[in-house]
């Protein structure tokens, strides 16, 4: 067990390890192979994903790396129980892979770990399974892509709704034209919810190595309310709602007007107006995507839902015809334009268990991509321009004004100060990617 070492790997020695690997995955000879997989991030989601990827026995669990030793001993147990087999733990990523050469790494770690992670794994000769939203500035993500090309390594995003049955139903719907035309978007996240109470800081639990925690980011005190998943609601450590729940309906509006990948222009307005808890998220934010055939609005509420309108997340696409809901729970369903009180068409959701989402259909499809050598769905390039439409909405808000945006050179052009935000001062030792 390595956790309490702090003992930080020379790039020279990661090099030698990459230069040890073999070449990327010839198509088709790898049929039948169990990958040796390592888990990063022992975590709710990354439980769930490797509990997807054992049971389609396509993998063999080989490590598993949480600075938290007690997320690490559940995550033994689970794996000891489903295949009666001990994988190695690891506190340091580095030494995972230095020592146990996997070859897929899942990395369902904090988003302010996905770059560092994916990139060594990569680098280090292993396939990528990385979670949404695939980093925290924008300039980690170009780093990413860049990285994942560079070493042929298929890296595939956790947005899972590219697979769920009823999102492609509906986004079959969508192409077949019955919307008629359609020029604007609204994609949404509205949970109801209280003003919250603050919760104190604490002493580090035994066991959570929180310096290696924060990693990267900066070394605040440790909160119960930021560790285990509440990252999420803490901007040093995430993005806020847009970029948690946020990324999967703008995911779908990718998907779905495929030649446009890119908006030209993002503004922002929201705040905090309403928590009174000590989390660091926007509790209200709306953005206007300007793209060049329909403009997208986002909305999010963290403390009142949409009982008007019926659906309290998902995306609707407004057509000359009618309008499209596309949810998550409740399916999808298409209301013509006139008698919009019920749909007049619906598709229900078919979800696994525990969560009600498709992670074995995405794994199956990583597991192709690997074998044959094409994309998988949910690219790490399609994974980053979708994170990168909620984390330029979380500039545009710093900002507090909006922007423009060259999607073809990623850049926002003659804007110094919102060119700044494209990226973040590590703290030491670690390095920003390049
Ligand atoms: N695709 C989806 O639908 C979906 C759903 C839920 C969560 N997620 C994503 O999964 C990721 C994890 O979320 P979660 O809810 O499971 O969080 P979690 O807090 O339950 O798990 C994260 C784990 O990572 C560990 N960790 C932190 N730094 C680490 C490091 N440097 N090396 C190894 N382990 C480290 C933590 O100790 C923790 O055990 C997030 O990015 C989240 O957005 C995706």
Redesign the pocket.
């Known amino acids: 067990m390595t956790i309490s070492r702090r003992h930080f790997l020379s790039a020279s020695a990661l090099t030698a390890v990459a230069a040890s690997f073999p070449a990327p995955a010839i198509f088709g000879t790898e049929k039948n192979k169990k990958y040796r997989v390592a888990l990063?991030?022992?975590?709710?989601?990354?439980t769930n994903i490797l509990n997807a990827a054992l049971a389609s026995k396509t993998v063999e669990a080989v490590a598993l790396?949480?600075?938290?030793k007690r997320?690490l001993e559940t995550e033994l147990n689970n794996v000891k129980d489903k295949t009666g087999s001990e994988p190695k733990i690891f506190g340091d990523?580095r030494e995972m892979l230095e020592q146990t050469k996997p070859d897929i790494v899942i990395n369902?770690?904090?988003?302010h770990?996905?770059a560092l992670?994916t990139i060594a794994a990569c680098r280090a000769g292993a396939h990528v399974y990385v979670?949404?939203?695939i980093c925290h500035t924008i300039n980690e993500g170009i780093a990413m892509v860049k990285t994942a090309r560079e070493t042929n390594r298929t890296v595939q995003v956790?947005?899972?709704r590219r697979v769920s049955p009823h999102n492609q139903a509906a986004m079959e719907f969508l192409k077949s034209g019955k919307l008629g035309k359609i020029g604007h978007v609204r994609a949404f996240v509205n949970y109801p919810g209280g003003t919250g109470k603050i919760t104190p800081d604490s002493p580090i639990p035994d066991g959570l190595d929180w310096d290696?925690?924060c990693?990267p980011a900066p070394l605040l005190p440790y909160n119960p309310r930021m560790?285990?998943?509440g990252?999420?609601q803490f901007m040093e450590f995430a993005n806020g709602q847009i970029s948690?729940w946020g990324i999967?309906w703008l995911d779908q509006v990718l998907w779905w007007s495929q030649d446009e990948q890119y908006p030209k222009s993002v503004a922002s307005v929201g705040g905090r107006f309403v928590l009174e808890d000590n989390s660091t998220w926007h509790d209200t934010q709306h953005v206007v995507y300007q793209f060049d055939k329909f403009d997208l609005v986002w909305e999010h509420r963290l403390y009142s839902g949409n009982p008007p309108e019926k659906h309290n997340i998902g995306v609707y696409f407004y057509g000359t015809n009618g309008v499209l809901h596309l949810g998550w729970l409740d399916g999808w369903s298409y209301y013509p334009n006139g008698t919009d009180k019920e749909p007049a068409e619906h598709g229900e959701p078919k979800l696994d268990k525990p969560d009600d989402?498709n992670i074995a259909n995405l794994w199956a499809d990583f597991i192709d991509a690997i074998q044959t050598g094409r994309k998988p769905v949910a690219d790490i390039e399609n994974g980053h321009r979708s994170t990168t439409l909620a984390l330029l909405a979380v500039l545009s808000q710093k900002l507090g004004r909006g922007i423009v945006w060259d999607g073809k050179n990623q850049t926002i052009p003659n804007d110094p100060e919102a060119v700044k935000l494209l990226a973040r001062k590590y703290r030491e030792p670690w390095k920003y990617p390049e």
Do not use: S
Not at 108 to 111: N, V
């Open positions: 990063a991030g022992c975590g709710w989601w990354g790396v949480d600075v938290d997320q990523f369902a770690t904090p988003d770990w996905h992670i979670e949404k939203p956790g947005t899972h290696f925690w990693g560790h285990p998943r990252f999420r948690d999967h989402q």
